[in-house]
């Protein structure tokens, strides 16, 4: 009996890439991607890393690639965004050793702020794209991928959602491909794009773009399916297996390797049914070229635009479509209105859970320092962006990683005066916040950053990066000192415990009336690094009269009474609850005093 076992599509991933011949993986953590490096980290035979951010990553893994490893690069969507500019070009100079760029989109946004469709990134840059539906195809796609990669000289796209990342499936493993090193062989003409050698190249990538085409039709990844009923459906990933649950009669083109489209498979399905619908989330990106085609097709006319997908949603949006036939149009009517799923709703009885800072949090003080000084915060990508919500409300904007410094840039210069403040944490400073920081040192801005170090990627699952030095295999290795890096390039620097509140406040305070551009360092390790509490905040009822100060903090550890507030078991004694309580009503014991 073959041995099985179950992964999630990241897992997946990570072990057919191995499976595949991979030696090399990096990346930057970002959900719902970030199990991938974290799991080939712990297999033999791959090298990983975390770099600082998504450019940084793909550009690490073209040198591995050139120097004729197998490699992958890991992010989320919006990633992909940061990585752009090498992904365009790396389209024309192509690779030597396999180059798989695996983009984890994210549908009804759990943890991002955006929902963009990154199938569009395959059109643009003209390379193929797969696109698993479950684990077992997340592990099997990647041989294809590195396949694809070095046959048409090319990156692939490999795209999966969330559900695909994060669901977990039986997978059947294969047996090992077995594969050469490649030698790295100089070529200017390929490898250095200026002009001369890149219009040369970019005829080659339409050449290649013409072979792919012919690639889909005969690929066995995509699968014209039959059914028994008069209707068919084109779909990909996940939705596929939406799809199929709905409507298990329907005959089905299932699309594994979705860009570029397979069009005589596309006609061949129509010449077996009467009608076709388009079941994708996101954008119509095969209904667009299906229409292309002059073929009729249901799509984004029924199912919504935005936000995730399931076997309910797509039977009841094509239901009236495909079992029950429309009545005929003899003109065609405007494009309709994008369709938007409902918000999902809570469970009926289930308490409401706003989502908070943790008890202890050390941001929380940074937040309490920057509302006394009625600076505007501009804020970034991390835990800390809790801090927009109520009742802490100390985060003006979150645009996107790195933003927090430009923004503040760009409004103090409008408005002539250090009126905003950039607030980044520690990854994501060095993710994208080193640049505009040496841009705002360039154009001489009046303002001040707060970089708040807990010393690791907290939000994505407590990741390394370069200020830890913490490594996926959880290795210590060399880490950067941002005090020293803000300095060389010419910005004045100051570190502060960011569990001294009074010494917090005090820098604030200073650096908010000092005339240029300067950084604090609110250093502090991420409380649930350490599950040790500092001690026990105690309440004198007598004292306490409900003020709500103490609550304005949002600390999940402290709940209202009917007659004084109440300290929960959460409490990691970090007493910044004792600081602003005006009537002595709370008080710390610290841990080695407590009864």
């Not at 479950?134 to 796209?157: G, K, R, W």
Request: with cysteine; net charge negative; proline share 8%.
């Amino acid at each position: 009996m073959e041995r099985q076992l179950f992964f999630s599509g990241n897992e997946a991933i990570a072990h057919g890439a191995v499976r595949a011949g991979a030696g090399f993986a990096c990346g930057y953590p970002g959900t719902p991607s970030s199990e991938i490096v974290e799991t080939t980290a712990r297999l033999k035979g791959i090298r990983s890393q975390w770099c600082v951010n998504e450019k940084v990553a793909l550009e690490t893994a073209v040198g591995a690639s050139l120097a004729g490893v197998r490699s992958m690069v890991t992010m989320k969507h919006v990633g992909l965004n940061v990585a752009a500019d090498p992904f365009m070009t790396l389209s024309l100079t192509g690779v030597n050793a396999g180059l798989v760029v695996v983009s984890a989109d994210d549908p009804g946004m759990h943890s991002s702020q955006n929902e963009q469709d990154n199938r569009a990134f395959a059109k643009f840059a003209k390379v193929p794209m797969l696109e698993p539906a479950d684990s077992q195809e997340a592990y099997d796609f990647m041989a294809e991928a590195f396949s694809l990669s070095e046959e048409f000289d090319t990156p692939v796209l490999l795209r999966t959602t969330t559900r695909v990342s994060h669901g977990r499936g039986q997978v059947l493993p294969r047996v090992p491909v077995d594969v050469p090193r490649r030698e790295y062989a100089r070529d200017i003409s390929k490898y250095v794009m200026v002009p001369q050698f890149a219009r040369l190249r970019n005829r080659l990538v339409l050449e290649r773009l013409e072979k792919l085409r012919r690639r889909a039709e005969q690929s066995p990844l995509n699968v014209l399916e039959a059914g028994t009923s008069d209707f068919g459906i084109i779909a990909s990933g996940v939705a596929y297996t939406y799809a199929r649950e709905a409507f298990p009669k329907a005959w089905f083109l299932k699309l594994g390797m979705s860009h570029p489209l397979p069009c005589a498979k596309v006609v061949r399905l129509y010449e077996q049914v009467s009608r076709v619908a388009v079941v994708e989330e996101l954008d119509p990106f095969f209904e667009e070229q299906v229409r292309a085609l002059g073929l009729p097709v249901v799509g984004k006319a029924a199912i919504p635009w935005d936000g995730e997908l399931d076997q309910e949603v797509v039977f009841r949006a094509l239901e009236p479509y495909l079992l029950r036939k429309p009545p005929r149009r003899r003109r065609p009517v405007l494009p309709p209105a994008p369709r938007s799923t409902d918000p999902p709703k809570p469970a009926p009885g289930l308490p409401v859970r706003p989502p908070v800072l943790c008890p202890g949090c050390s941001h929380r003080s940074v937040f309490s320092a920057l509302r006394r000084r009625r600076l505007a915060p501009m804020g970034d990508i991390g835990c800390y962006t809790l801090g927009a919500l109520p009742p802490l409300l100390a985060m003006d904007s979150c645009l996107c990683m790195g933003a927090s410094i430009g923004m503040m840039a760009g409004f103090n210069a409008a408005l002539g005066e250090k009126a905003a403040v950039g607030v980044i944490g520690d990854s994501t400073f060095f993710h994208s916040g080193v640049t505009p920081l040496i841009d705002a040192v360039y154009n001489g801005v009046e303002g001040m950053v707060v970089i708040l170090d807990n010393r690791t990627t907290a939000m994505t699952g407590h990741q390394g990066h370069p200020g830890s030095g913490l490594r996926p295999d959880r290795e210590q290795g060399p880490s950067v000192d941002i005090q020293r890096l803000c300095e060389g390039i010419g910005v004045r620097c100051v570190t502060v415990d960011a569990t001294d509140h009074a010494a917090l406040d005090a820098a604030v305070a200073e650096e908010a009336g000092a005339p240029g551009l300067g950084v604090i360092v609110a250093l502090a390790p991420c409380v649930l690094t350490s599950r040790e509490k500092a001690g026990e905040v105690v309440v004198d009822e007598d004292r306490c009269n409900l003020c709500g100060l103490c609550l304005d903090l949002g600390c999940p550890s402290i709940a209202p009474g009917d007659d004084a507030v109440s300290i929960l078991e959460t409490c990691t004694g970090c007493g910044l609850c004792v600081e602003v309580c005006r009537r002595g009503a709370l008080s710390l014991v610290e841990a080695g005093s407590c009864p």
